[in-house]
C-alpha cells in the first residue's frame, strides 16, 4: 500500500516536508516511522517527542493503516476570519471579544499572547515565525473550544496567528465570555493549556546571528 508521510518544523528540517512511500499490509503507524527514520536518521533522537497523526487526526502508534492514508509526524507542540482558527495577518482582538460577548455575560476575559524581544534564557530576538499542521489545526482548535465550553459555560473565541510574528504583535489571541468571572477565568485558563498540549503548532525564535525551534517547556 502507499501512504504520504508529512513532517513540520524540525523534523521536516531533519527529513522531508512530504513523501510517498510504499509499506506492506498490515503495517501500523510506527512502521511508518521507522521507513521515515531508516532514511533520515537524524529524526530518530526526537522519536520520544514526536506524536503521530491519521488522516489529521491523532493515532496511537500502533493504529493500522490503510492505502491513500496520509500519516503527519509531529514535534512537541508549543496550539483566518471568524471565532476560532489560524490567521497570517494581525489578530483583531476586538472581533473577537465582539463575537463572543453578549448581554447576558457579565464578565468578558481576553488573554493575548505577544511576541517577546528577549528569549528565556536572556538572548535578544528579533521575531518569532510559527509553523502550523494548519488542516489539523483548526480541527483541533475546534475541538478544544467545545470541550471547554461545556465543562464551563463559557463561550469562546481563539485565534493563534502563523507565519512571521513581529516583536510586540499577539501570537495568539483567547476571549472568554460568561455570566460570572469565575467561569470566564477558568475557561481562558483551560484553553490556554490545552493549545500548550495538543495544537500542531511550533515557534521558531529568530535571535541575530540563528534561528531555533522552541519546544514548549524545554
Not at 43 to 58: I, K, L, M, S, W
Not at 135 to 159: D, F, K, Q, S
Not at 162 to 170: C, F, K, L, Q, T
Request: glycine share 8%; charged share 30%.
Amino acid at each position: 500500500m502507499r501512504i504520504t508521510l508529512r513532517t513540520f518544523a524540525l523534523l521536516r528540517e531533519l527529513s522531508v516536508e512530504r513523501r510517498d512511500v510504499d509499506l506492506p499490509d498490515g503495517a501500523r503507524l510506527a512502521d511508518a516511522w521507522d521507513c521515515l527514520s531508516s532514511e533520515y536518521p537524524a529524526v530518530e533522537d526526537h522519536r520520544p517527542f514526536v506524536r503521530a497523526a491519521r488522516n489529521g487526526a491523532y493515532a496511537a502508534w500502533d493504529t493500522l493503516l490503510a492505502d491513500g492514508d496520509v500519516v503527519a509526524f509531529l514535534p512537541p507542540v508549543s496550539g483566518g476570519a471568524g471565532r476560532i482558527g489560524l490567521t497570517d495577518v494581525a489578530i483583531d482582538i476586538g472581533a473577537l471579544e465582539a463575537s463572543v460577548a453578549g448581554s447576558g455575560d457579565g464578565a468578558l476575559v481576553t488573554f493575548a499572547g505577544r511576541a517577546r524581544d528577549s528569549a528565556d534564557d536572556g538572548r535578544p530576538v528579533v521575531e518569532l515565525e510559527y509553523e502550523a499542521y494548519a488542516e489539523m489545526a483548526e480541527a483541533v482548535l475546534r475541538e478544544i473550544a467545545v470541550e471547554v465550553e461545556r465543562a464551563t459555560g463559557a463561550t469562546i473565541a481563539v485565534m493563534h496567528r502563523v507565519g512571521v510574528v513581529p516583536i510586540g504583535e499577539v501570537a495568539v489571541a483567547i476571549v472568554t465570555a460568561a455570566p460570572h468571572r469565575g467561569a470566564a477565568y477558568d475557561a481562558n485558563r483551560a484553553v490556554i493549556e490545552a493549545i500548550k498540549q495538543r495544537l500542531p503548532i511550533w515557534k521558531r525564535e529568530r535571535f541575530a546571528d540563528r534561528s531555533e525551534w522552541k519546544r514548549p517547556g524545554a
